[in-house]
């Protein structure tokens, strides 16, 4: 006779508890410490790797080392400069090749020793060494000292005006770290900072941990963006890279993370009208860039260029890319509205025109030669919008043939001049003009026509702020003339916020100081 | 024996070498650079070629061969090239999880598929069977990335039951860190469970039409006695070599699941150092698997003389 669930044996209840037991246990245990308000969980799209940020520009390393490593300035919202480590903006003389820098007093490292200009120097030395924003500005260095223990002084031999904003980046950065630290071998192995929080622990692909640093000083003035006061609010911030973007918007939905970064239009999508979580958008847009080669092959033709831009539909792309419409923004200016680099004259952007295109595409003399696309479906965004462009420009009577392979093949390839005609990529918000890749000679697509060259020339060795706006606007016109690359728009990088979290920065580099996790 | 023993371990060293060699001349070959990816998207030659250098990329293919079987000759794997620390460490930090994960799914997919396999063969032919073979299919039809993310989907965001990704914090317990390993486990065991079901259903159709099945039959056993004391003893060699397979191709699994469980294991690791193009971390942990492969190979032919007294060496 069948036994009826009341009359299970006493062994079997004895299992049936200690399995109910066991899942108990395990069950609501992660739940529980995730609902702490002294831990904030970010779910990162992957690891940092080493977190030294001045060899490397990667805004992911940004976002996690600035909670640590401070600089001497900052940027403010609106791209202008701030005093961060330093006490005031430079005494900038000698037609802009002096620059006397008074920092801010009583400043601890995490090591507990207070920062002087001996710590600054060795700093900034390391920083002219390893960065690629920093061997620039150091080429043209005369001297570097500190003049007292609160005042450094670098000389230059010509003026080099977005030095100032080169030392506010948090990326190729030059922070400032003990002299003894900043002298030793490389690599970096102790990463004491100033910042309101210190490192605790890197584990690669697990997480990095860094906890409240109890004797911070702050910068003083009300907290806006990165400039002005910071402080910690919880004690741990833990980035816990989770490289799948379902899985992350999942995490955040289930409560384990507070914060997604880098979401896919699906997994954003995936977010919206949840009780406890809130959809966001970084505040500087992504620049989704279709670069060429401007050195050798088909595209080293200027009207072939000129071709593909009258070619190409910017919006069709963009919506391709990032989907809804508050997702992307369809604009010619390099730089965004309320920026002081805008600039609204921007000919030739968006057109979409196959017919002027293959005109143009006759007039170049093009005979059919295949055009090579780099693409990498591992950024879903580029992949789409080379899909898009690929269409247009057959269409218009290019023979285009696209080559998917993964991110690490396109970074090796396109440094040979002959295995490329054009790559889609994306290009993160440059507060300094001079630092947007497309306009350095030596970047791929090598862009560097003598007007161009004059005109670069000209806008690094001015150092009035209000005479660099008009020879910005020109740069921005050449760029259009030449068209090295086609500017195909600005999407936005899409995160998700638990919404007991406040008091975050969602700027370039999505800042967690000043950030509260309510209970 | 143990000159079988001696032999097999001798003919290891020559498959080793060999998996040494591909698997140098592989990362090598494919494109791509790893100072180029750890520079970022805005560097320029210039800065590429300096790293190159300071990590010493720079020295020529033969070179760095040279250098690399030296270095597994001395049981030496290298230094990562992202993770500032050695190969061997960082396989020593992650190979727990992943043997935790891989031995979790096997036991799920033998406690799984045995005795389905064992009942749709005792029930061949009948609607059970039908529709065992059908989920069997079904299973191993799945991928388990897909398995995974619906498993999140509703265990995890839904009924909140179980953490979405991760190993958990860093002073999770046991217990705590097994809540982890649940899902991936599962993801990665039901394709398995299917592949062994399939097989001993077809091992067991064999032994069940063996004379000394009908034998056992007419002298009046129990039917569980037959089918599991006489029938599945002589089924189950051809099942460990499928559980011996499986074991060994959850270590591939592993690769896809630990990536949508966020999980840091060495499937985790290897991903991550192709994509970054970590060249000694690839070049290590392929001859860590490789090893581990052959050795459960070697593993299963011992065995097969443990519970088989005909096979002798």
């Known amino acids: 006779m069948p036994r009826s669930k009341q009359n299970w044996s006493p062994s079997v209840q004895r299992r049936a508890l200690m399995l109910g037991g066991a899942a108990g246990l395990l069950m609501p245990n992660w739940r529980a410490r995730a609902q702490t308000a002294s831990v904030l969980n970010i779910a990162t799209s992957g690891d940092p790797g080493?977190?030294?940020?001045?060899?490397?520009?990667?805004?992911?390393?940004?976002?996690?080392?600035?909670?640590?490593?401070?600089?001497?300035?900052?940027?403010?919202?609106?791209?202008?400069?701030?005093?961060?480590?330093?006490?005031?903006?430079?005494?900038?003389?000698?037609?802009?090749?002096?620059?006397?820098?008074?920092?801010?007093?009583?400043?601890?490292?995490?090591?507990?020793?207070?920062?002087?200009?001996?710590?600054?120097?060795?700093?900034?030395?390391?920083?002219?060494?390893?960065?690629?924003?920093?061997?620039?500005?150091?080429?043209?260095?005369?001297?570097?000292?500190?003049?007292?223990?609160?005042?450094?002084?670098?000389?230059?031999?010509?003026?080099?005006?977005?030095?100032?904003?080169?030392?506010?980046?948090?990326?190729?950065?030059?922070?400032?770290?003990p002299k003894r630290i900043a002298t030793a071998p490389d690599p970096l192995k102790d990463f004491t900072g100033t910042g309101p929080f210190r490192l605790m622990e890197y584990k690669p692909d697990t997480w990095v941990r860094v906890g409240k640093f109890p004797q911070y000083v702050s910068p003083q003035g009300t907290a806006n963006g990165y400039v002005g006061r910071r402080e910690a609010?919880?004690?741990?911030?833990?980035?816990?890279?989770?490289?799948?973007?379902?899985?992350?918007?999942?995490?955040?939905?289930?409560?384990?993370?507070?914060?997604?970064?880098?979401?896919?239009?699906?997994?954003?999508?995936?977010i919206h009208g949840k009780p406890d979580v809130a959809p966001g958008v970084l505040t500087a847009a992504l620049w989704v860039l279709f670069i060429m080669n401007n050195k050798k092959g088909v595209m080293s033709n200027v009207l072939v260029r000129r071709a593909a831009q009258a070619a190409i539909a910017c919006t069709d792309a963009l919506a391709a890319a990032f989907g809804e419409k508050s997702l992307w923004t369809p604009e010619g200016s390099i730089y965004p509205q309320g920026t002081a680099w805008y600039d609204a004259d921007a000919p030739g952007y968006n057109q979409g025109n196959p017919d002027k295109a293959a005109t143009l595409l006759k007039q170049s003399g093009y005979k059919g030669e295949p055009i090579r696309i780099l693409t990498s479906t591992q950024y879903d965004y580029q992949y789409k919008t080379a899909q898009v462009i690929e269409a247009n420009l057959t269409e218009a009577g290019f023979k285009i043939e696209l080559v998917v392979t993964d991110w690490a093949t396109i970074l090796q390839r396109r440094q040979n001049p002959d295995q490329w005609d054009a790559f889609v990529t994306g290009h993160g918000v440059v507060p300094e003009p001079s630092s947007i890749t497309v306009f350095n000679p030596s970047y791929p697509g090598w862009w560097d026509t003598p007007d161009k060259h004059a005109l670069l020339e000209a806008f690094v060795t001015e150092s009035d702020p209000v005479e660099r706006v008009p020879l910005w606007h020109k740069l921005q016109a050449q760029f259009y003339i030449d068209v090295p690359t086609v500017k195909i728009g600005a999407g936005f990088t899409m995160y998700g916020a638990s919404k007991r979290m406040t008091g975050f920065y969602p700027g370039i580099w999505p800042a967690f100081w000043n950030t509260r996790l309510s209970a | 024996m143990t000159r079988y023993l001696l032999r097999r371990l001798a003919g290891m060293v020559v498959v080793m070498f060999l998996v040494a060699t591909i698997v140098f001349v592989i990362a090598h070959v494919i494109p791509g650079d790893p100072a180029a990816v750890m520079l970022g998207p805005s560097a320029t030659a210039a800065d590429i070629d300096a790293l190159r250098a300071r990590l010493g990329l720079d020295a020529s293919m033969p070179v760095q061969y040279v250098q690399f079987l030296e270095s597994v000759i001395r049981l030496r794997l290298g230094e990562s090239i992202f993770l500032s620390r050695s190969v061997t460490q960082a396989l020593a930090e992650r190979a727990p999880l992943t043997l935790q994960l891989t031995v979790l799914a096997a036991a799920l997919a033998t406690l799984i598929g045995i005795p389905i396999g064992v009942l749709s063969a005792v029930k061949r032919g009948s609607m059970v069977d039908q529709v065992l073979t059908a989920a069997a299919m079904a299973g191993a039809s799945l991928p388990s990335f897909w398995i995974g993310l619906t498993l999140i989907e509703y265990l995890a965001v839904r009924l909140h039951l179980l953490p979405v990704a991760g190993y958990g914090p860093p002073d999770a317990g046991v217990l705590e860190r097994l809540s982890y390993l649940i899902m991936p486990a599962i993801a990665l065991g039901i394709p398995n469970s299917a592949l062994?079901?399939?097989?001993?259903?077809?091992?067991?159709?064999?032994?069940?039409?063996?004379?000394?099945?009908?034998?056992?039959?007419?002298?009046?056993?129990?039917?569980?006695?037959?089918?599991?004391?006489?029938?599945?003893?002589?089924?189950?060699?051809?099942?460990?070599?499928?559980?011996?397979?499986?074991?060994?191709?959850?270590?591939?699994?592993?690769?896809?699941?630990?990536?949508?469980?966020?999980?840091?294991?060495?499937?985790?690791?290897?991903?991550?150092?192709?994509?970054?193009?970590?060249?000694p971390v690839i070049q290590g942990a392929l001859l860590v698997i490789s090893g581990v492969y052959v050795l459960i190979n070697l593993g299963i032919d011992v065995l097969y003389a443990v519970l088989d007294p005909r096979v002798r060496y």
């Open chain 1, 50 to 177: 080493p977190l030294d940020p001045t060899p490397v520009t990667s805004d992911l390393l940004s976002e996690i080392t600035q909670l640590f490593y401070e600089t001497l300035y900052i940027f403010g919202p609106d791209y202008g400069i701030a005093p961060l480590l330093a006490a005031e903006l430079p005494e900038i003389s000698d037609g802009g090749k002096r620059y006397v820098i008074k920092l801010r007093s009583g400043v601890p490292f995490h090591d507990g020793s207070t920062m002087t200009a001996d710590d600054v120097v060795a700093s900034l030395q390391r920083w002219g060494r390893l960065s690629p924003r920093g061997r620039t500005p150091w080429a043209f260095l005369d001297s570097i000292s500190a003049k007292d223990p609160a005042t450094v002084e670098i000389v230059l031999k010509q003026p080099y005006s977005p030095l100032l904003n080169l030392l506010a980046f948090p990326n190729g950065s030059p922070q400032i770290m």
């Open chain 1, 233 to 270: 609010l919880v004690d741990e911030v833990r980035f816990l890279p989770s490289p799948n973007p379902t899985t992350r918007a999942d995490g955040l939905l289930a409560g384990q993370y507070h914060w997604a970064d880098n979401l896919t239009p699906e997994s954003y999508a995936r």
């Open chain 2, 196 to 279: 062994i079901m399939r097989f001993t259903r077809t091992s067991m159709l064999d032994v069940l039409q063996e004379d000394y099945v009908r034998t056992a039959r007419a002298k009046g056993l129990a039917p569980a006695t037959v089918i599991f004391k006489h029938a599945f003893r002589n089924a189950r060699t051809s099942v460990l070599t499928v559980i011996g397979l499986t074991v060994a191709g959850l270590l591939g699994g592993a690769i896809v699941t630990e990536t949508v469980f966020a999980l840091p294991g060495v499937g985790n690791l290897v991903v991550s150092a192709v994509l970054r193009r970590d060249y």
